[in-house]
């Protein structure tokens, strides 16, 4: 059970194009998902957290018109990267805690990540 | 925020060696996680260990709360033991922050 999938595992795009990443839960319900970017040797950094039913909620430095984030539903999150630089290529990874075990006392599940390159 | 240090970052072993890696943290958490991620990046879940003592297979993990650590234990390594490994906690707040990760390397 807990199983996040995310999709597309892997994109190359444009740039100045936009790439919408998808990120389900498939057998529970998220109120919450949040964003992870990792960059290449690094480790993973929280973009934003996503909020069904309300605006997302961005880290320091991460620019809200760039990394559009929808919660349309309790098992559907999406970020679009919009007008992609070579600077936004990045391995984008989502997750979220099932809601039914409660609010911060459970584990945290990760989807495969999504690897992106802006060309 | 809270802090998050892993050691060693880097650990080479000869297979079938034991190796113990740590995760000091600078707050009180109410989880804990480690993970293994493998070449294509994805993250494998291996412990929710906010307390106490669990295994699985060749692996363990022990969190003393108290005292701000966790360790992970894995015996008898294999190649395919590689990767990164990367603690992650939360406190007060809902999501995870990782630590800088241990990459390790089990040669054959």
């Known amino acids: 059970g807990a199983v996040v999938s995310q999709h597309p595992s892997r994109v190359i795009c444009k740039s100045g194009t936009s790439v919408k990443i998808e990120c389900r839960s498939l057998?529970?319900?998220?109120?919450?998902m949040f964003w992870y970017r990792q960059f290449p040797k690094q480790s993973l950094m929280l973009m934003a957290t996503?909020?069904?039913?309300?605006?997302?909620?961005?880290e320091q430095g991460v620019e809200k018109d760039k990394f559009l984030i929808n919660h349309a539903s309790l098992t559907l999150s999406t970020l679009t990267v919009t007008s992609a630089h070579p600077e936004d290529s990045s391995f984008y990874i989502c997750?979220?805690?099932?809601?039914?075990?409660?609010?911060?006392?459970?584990?945290?599940?990760f989807g495969n990540g999504t690897r992106l390159t802006v060309t | 925020g809270i802090q998050v240090e892993q050691s060693p970052p880097d650990l080479i072993l000869q297979e079938g060696a034991n190796s113990t890696l740590r995760c000091n943290f600078s707050d009180s958490v109410n989880n804990l996680q480690w993970f293994h991620q493998n070449p294509w990046g994805q993250l494998i879940n291996l412990f929710y260990?906010?307390?106490g003592t669990k295994q699985n297979g060749r692996l363990s993990a022990t969190t003393v709360a108290t005292e701000r650590y966790s360790l992970l234990y894995i015996s008898s390594s294999q190649t395919t033991d590689s990767g990164v490994y990367f603690c992650?906690?939360?406190?007060?707040?809902?999501?995870?922050?990782f630590g800088s990760g241990t990459q390790l390397t089990v040669l054959p």
């Open positions: 260990i906010p307390s």
């Open positions: 997750s979220a805690r099932d809601l039914g075990r409660g609010p911060a006392n459970s584990p945290l599940h």
């Open positions: 057998d529970f319900q998220a109120t919450t």
């Open positions: 996503s909020n069904e039913g309300s605006k997302a909620t961005y």
């Open positions: 992650a906690v939360s406190g007060s707040a809902r999501q995870l922050t």
